[in-house]
């Protein structure tokens, strides 16, 4: 089962337009429309242009702008999946080759139509800023703040509704040393299943390392003394599953805590065991649904961010027995989010614990082999959810090591190299549903690849509006380039006075790679411009969006086919460090273009 998003791009344009109406921000584009020799007379086998018209007074813009909900087509024609190859020692294997790969979708072979490798020095963002003459530039310690501009990502979830004390200190070590392995451009947010303790994305990693000792197990079962005691794996077998040996098992044990060995009591005992195995359930599943749904609110704040998303989620793992819908929504809403989860086994290297026959709570001497049993696959059945969460979105499960802090590393750390492939499903139906795919090797290798396993097909436009707003989303907040259209994107700010400046986000159109529609002696086609603008640890700060109608006489379309169409949108922000990322889109050729800078304004 499929869930959407429940983060519409509607709502945070909302946010937007408050947030502009109380700071006094005032987006605006202007288009530049600059004047060129006139065009040079046509060859004889060429079709002239029509004779300029005089435009009717209502239709006599040729270029406008207007503030406007998006209402172009949804993007389908192109999946990316991005690919790590690794060798058998786990490092990052370079220099492979678009023929080197092969990709399948739904069992269907498929054309890789785009093919690029990157390395988290590709990814850099240019600073694209003139400055204010009136402010001293310092290009140099720009382009530093610039590189350390965010590109990853990384929500590191603790599992502290199922942690014990001894996990808890063991993981908090480890992380301690991944801080230290994160390059510039990371940033790292820290989370907990009980929602008991939030760090937001920073780059501070002394803050991280203090943030680590608020990290401590919450269960909602600690001091719980149950007669008789079951665990969740024996519960699960007495509820659900209708095993009589586990209430066999309970009942016995039933007899010994509550009517001290009578057997004529066993009647009253099967009764107990079978309302404690209830308990139980009842019990763990909530604690259990409680971490899911934090896990999703986590999940809804990295899917927010710009640039490359991973979760690594830290846990001893648990058992779903019950709430396979619930887990199987989480990885749903990672994929479609573009956030591959990488998870680890918080208990290390370990030997399953059987309990100690001598101590009560272990059963009857006639039923402790039995609940040994039932330790042992409990223990080995926890591992299930964390190895499923990291294979659904494309992950790592690391386990069964004692090296928790190298594991966190390969698990956070950006990879030397990876291989973004793309390609363009053929007869799409926009049925919402999932497309599994594969990415696999020409020639048979022992290389290991990590890639997402699928994608969600678009559902039927149903609401173009609220589909287009749900596209400029995913656009918007993702650092890949697309250059469907040609668009150049630079930026200029002066400084109004200490504590605020003006920020021009200036595009460039060429116009010749845009596609007109002709109609009643014009040239039409609209644009949507979409702006977004992040601070150096990737929150949201401003951004608007702006619909361009082009109405454009022939003797126009020439002289800006030539020069091309310059548009500029403004904002006020403060002095600091900034992403922006913007989003280009036509309505008649349904082309996009989606574009990075970076922007330093000094203090």
Not at 298 to 307: D, E, I, K
Request: with cysteine; proline share 6%.
């Amino acid at each position: 089962m499929s869930y959407l998003p429940q983060f519409p791009f509607a709502r945070r344009w909302s946010c937007v337009c408050l947030l502009l109406l109380l700071t006094g921000a005032s987006p605006s584009v202007r288009a530049q429309t600059p004047t060129s020799p006139d065009p040079p007379p046509a060859s004889p086998s060429a079709e002239a242009p029509a004779k300029p018209q005089t435009p009717a007074a209502s239709d006599s813009a040729e270029v406008s702008s207007r503030d406007t909900a998006p209402t172009f087509k949804v993007r389908v024609n192109l999946v990316l999946v991005r690919v790590v190859v690794r060798d058998q020692q786990g490092k990052v294997v370079p220099n492979l080759h678009k023929e080197d790969f092969q990709l399948s979708d739904n069992r269907k072979p498929q054309i890789i139509s785009t093919f690029s490798v990157e390395s988290p020095e590709s990814r850099v963002v240019a600073t694209t800023t003139s400055v204010d003459p009136n402010v001293p530039a310092d290009p140099e310690a720009a382009k530093v703040l610039a590189a350390a501009l965010p590109q990853r990502f990384v929500s590191v979830v603790f599992d502290d509704q199922h942690l014990t004390m001894q996990d808890a200190m063991f993981v908090r070590t480890s992380a301690g040393r991944f801080f230290d392995s994160l390059a510039a451009s990371d940033r790292v947010g820290i989370y907990s299943t009980s929602g008991q303790f939030t760090q937001e994305f920073t780059d501070d990693h002394e803050l991280l390392r203090k943030s680590l000792l608020k990290i401590i197990p919450h269960s909602p079962t600690a001091g719980i003394h149950d007669c008789p005691e079951i665990s969740y794996y024996e519960a699960d077998l007495i509820q659900n599953k209708n095993d009589p040996q586990a209430l066999a098992i309970a009942a016995e044990d039933a007899v010994q805590c509550a009517f001290g060995g009578d057997e004529t009591q066993l009647a009253a005992a099967r009764a107990m065991a079978q309302g404690m195995a209830g308990g139980v359930v009842g019990r763990e599943d909530s604690s259990t649904e409680y971490a899911l749904r934090h896990m999703e609110e986590v999940m809804r704040r990295l899917a927010s961010m710009p640039g490359q998303r991973i979760m690594v989620f830290v846990s001893p793992g648990f058992i779903t027995s019950t709430l396979h819908l619930e887990f199987s929504d989480l990885v749903d809403r990672a994929t479609k989010a573009n956030i591959v989860v990488n998870t680890i086994d918080a208990r290390g290297l370990y030997t399953p614990d059987m309990g100690d026959i001598a101590d009560p709570a272990s059963g009857s001497y006639r039923t402790a082999g039995y609940k040994a049993t039932y330790a042992v696959a409990a223990q080995l059945a926890q591992e299930d959810v964390l190895a499923e969460l990291a294979d659904g979105t494309g992950g790592i499960f690391f386990h069964n090591r004692n090296d928790v802090d190298e594991g966190l590393r390969e698990a956070g750390a950006a990879p030397a190299m990876t291989y973004l492939i793309g390609f363009s499903p053929q007869n799409l139906k926009l049925d919402g549903s999932l497309h599994t795919l594969k990415v696999s090797f020409v020639h048979k290798t022992s290389y290991k690849i990590q890639a997402r396993h699928g994608y969600f097909a678009p559902r039927h436009v149903v609401d173009p509006a609220e589909e287009a707003k749900q596209e400029i989303q995913e656009a918007l907040f993702s650092q890949d380039e697309v250059r469907d259209l040609p668009v150049d994107l630079h930026t200029q700010f002066f400084k109004t006075d200490n504590y605020q400046a003006k920020l021009a986000v200036l595009t460039h159109v060429d116009i010749k790679g845009v596609h007109f529609r002709k109609a009643e002696g014009r040239n039409r086609d609209d644009l949507t411009v979409a702006t977004a603008i992040f601070d150096e640890n990737g929150n949201y700060v401003t951004g608007g969006e702006k619909i361009v109608q082009m109405k454009l006489l022939d003797l126009t379309y020439y002289r800006l086919s030539l020069s091309g169409l310059n548009l500029k949108t403004s904002f006020d922000v403060k002095p600091g460090t900034y992403l922006v990322r913007q989003v280009v889109r036509d309505s008649e050729g349904s082309q996009l273009a989606a574009r990075n800078g970076a922007v330093v304004i000094p203090n």
